[in-house]
């Protein structure tokens, strides 16, 4: 079934889950979940310390999305407007010309042993390198279900820091997790081997959790946008020259990023990913080296403007809450995703496509008019606006500049008066 479903934004709520269910097969109870304020205050109650209830947000769908020649229909929790609406747009745009293009370089993880109190740590570091196979059989002895699972620890690095406290030795046991975010696998797994470590080296061992700097476990994502389609010479240029700016300068950078992030964290929010981790990655990553933008643009040799993305992706969907909340389970089921490798495919093309979205937004007419159109339509439909009115009330109130409850009553009056 094709992703591209026109009109899906002027469909009541109740017609659009029906559409997303004949999409991904939904069963009675999925819906239930999605529509029942999704998370039973008894699992609420299990997942963090002292609740008292549950918080909400609009669950939304991104539409279009043709990535690595398959359909898929994009769970977004957020709740910002407008963000939904640029990502549907940005992937009608990129599937013109044959959609996203992904790559995934494994789930590799890396959790650090932070060793100190050393008197010769070159030497010390010698003596992790040399006794690696060691730690490495240790750490996968604490997860033989990973193990068996194709994943587990598979190297280790060691490297010397200097610090206001003098050097220490950080080593680096670099894990595969497969379908999981990871943090438990390589926390405990860090935990396990640190007092052999101590032993070897004769330091103290502090701290041992895994870096949010996921720098091996990369998603990519890369489309061609054709000039014609997204607006001409003119529209191209201006979105040169917005990621130019976000290139050179890191006031811009941020929120460059900040709009990629709108998407990546709207689609781990709503599969019960940790945000905070896949944020912390996707900021350190761009950082290295120089505060950078996650994606690039060029425009090829026939005008058309390419754009590519690379993000650390530190997702699951297994374990955490994707497994828990029940409107986590039913949006990893309506994406149709059954890898973590499938999950952060997705997410790096939506987060291409929302910065392509926001760029070419600001880059031509601003981005204030998809908020405003938005606000106009929740004025129409308080207004008493219904079905084809709400589209030409938001249509006048937007052309003549007034966006407000008494001009979308009076625009209302004028237009059942004939
Ligand atoms: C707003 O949430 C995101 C943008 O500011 C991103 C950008 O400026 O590129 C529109």
């Known amino acids: 079934m094709s ?11 109740e017609e659009r889950l029906k559409r997303v269910a004949e999409f991904a097969g939904l069963d009675e109870d999925d819906i239930k979940a999605v529509i029942s304020h999704g998370l039973p205050l008894d699992v609420a109650d ?6 008292i209830g549950t918080f909400e947000l609009p669950l939304g769908i991104a539409t279009n999305f043709l990535i690595d020649g398959k359909d898929y229909l994009i769970p ?12 549907s747009n940005a992937a009608r745009m990129a599937r013109e010309s044959g959609g996203f293009v992904t790559d995934y370089t494994g789930s590799m993880m890396i959790g650090q042993v932070q060793v100190t109190k050393l008197a010769d740590p070159f030497a010390a570091k010698f003596e992790v390198l040399r006794h690696m196979d060691e730690i490495i059989e240790k750490a996968n002895e604490c997860d033989p279900m990973l193990v068996s699972l194709g994943g ?3 190297d280790v690095e060691a490297r010397v820091i200097d610090t206001i406290v003098g050097k220490m030795l950080i080593v680096h046991l670099l894990v595969d997790v497969r379908d999981a975010m990871g943090a438990n696998a390589v926390n405990t797994m860090c935990e396990k081997v640190a007092p052999f470590i101590e032993r070897i080296t004769g330091g103290k061992v502090y701290l041992r959790i ?16 054709d000039k014609d389609v997204i607006g001409g010479e003119e529209v191209v240029e201006g979105i040169m020259l917005a990621y130019a700016f976000a290139a050179a300068d890191p006031y811009r950078c941020a929120t460059h990023n900040k709009g990629i992030m709108n998407g990546i964290s709207a689609l781990m929010i709503a599969t019960g990913n940790d945000f905070r981790a896949v944020e912390a990655g996707a900021h350190s990553y761009a950082s290295m080296g120089g505060y950078k933008p996650l994606t690039t643009y060029e425009v090829d040799s026939k005008g058309n403007l390419v754009g590519t993305i690379e993000v650390p992706m530190a997702v699951g969907v297994i374990g955490g809450a994707t497994k828990v909340n029940p409107v986590a389970k039913v949006s990893l089921k309506i994406l149709g995703v059954k890898t973590a490798e499938e999950l952060a495919r997705v997410a790096a093309a939506l987060g291409l496509a929302q910065n392509f979205a926001a760029l070419r937004a600001l880059a031509t007419e601003g ?36 966006i407000r409850l008494d001009y979308a009553k009076e625009v209302l009056e004028r237009i059942r008066s004939g």
């Open 76 to 87: 977004m929790a957020i709740e910002e407007p407008s963000v939904v609406a640029a990502a």
């Open 210 to 225: 895994i870096s949010n700097l996921a720098a091996y476990r990369l998603a990519r994502a890369k489309a061609v946008f």
């Open 367 to 402: 981005i204030q008019r998809g908020h405003m159109e938005l606000h106009a339509r929740n004025l129409a439909i308080m207004a008493g606006a219904a079905g084809e009115e709400v589209d030409r009330v938001v249509e006048i109130m937007v052309k003549d500049g007034k």
């Open 3 to 13: 992703s591209r479903i026109p009109g899906f934004y002027k469909l009541s709520v």
């Open 46 to 51: 299990r997942m963090i310390e002292n609740v």
């Open 152 to 154: 587990g620890c598979r």
